[in-house]
């Protein structure tokens, strides 16, 4: 099983970035999928969380400018950033929770796609 994450790149503050997170392998099913991020000297923090069912949760720093979706068919996850902030600028990470195979259930992690949010 592997995570992809792509979409990152450098925007102007105000602005938006799409990120995608494309899931391969053998999965028999996936529980929640999450966006992490991690800023220069800070710790890893959660962003957004989605459910197998679609129930969606945001930090607050993040309320109401980032939408989190997923596609179980395509076994993708997205994070639409709109108004972008400079303080939002880190190395943006998914995650994989409950993922079962034939082999195993565990949790899986994307290398992550750098965001830089310019003033």
């Known amino acids: 099983v592997q995570l992809q994450a792509s979409g990152g790149g450098l925007v102007q503050a105000g602005g938006s970035l799409a990120l995608t997170c494309a899931v391969s392998?053998?999965?028999?099913?996936?529980?929640?999928m999450t966006w992490f991020r991690q800023a220069p000297g800070k710790e890893r923090e959660m962003v957004a969380v989605?459910?197998?069912?679609?129930?969606?949760d945001y930090a607050d720093s993040v309320k109401g400018r980032f939408t989190i979706s997923r596609d179980n068919a395509a076994n993708t996850l997205g994070l639409q950033m709109d108004s972008l902030k400079p303080e939002d600028t880190a190395v943006y990470y998914c995650?994989?929770?409950?993922?079962?195979?034939?082999?195993?259930?565990?949790?899986?992690w994307g290398k992550g796609t750098q965001v830089t949010v310019s003033s």
């Open positions: 995650n994989a929770n409950g993922v079962r195979t034939v082999m195993a259930v565990r949790d899986y």
């Open positions: 392998g053998s999965i028999l099913s996936m529980s929640s």
């Open positions: 989605i459910t197998s069912g679609g129930r969606t």
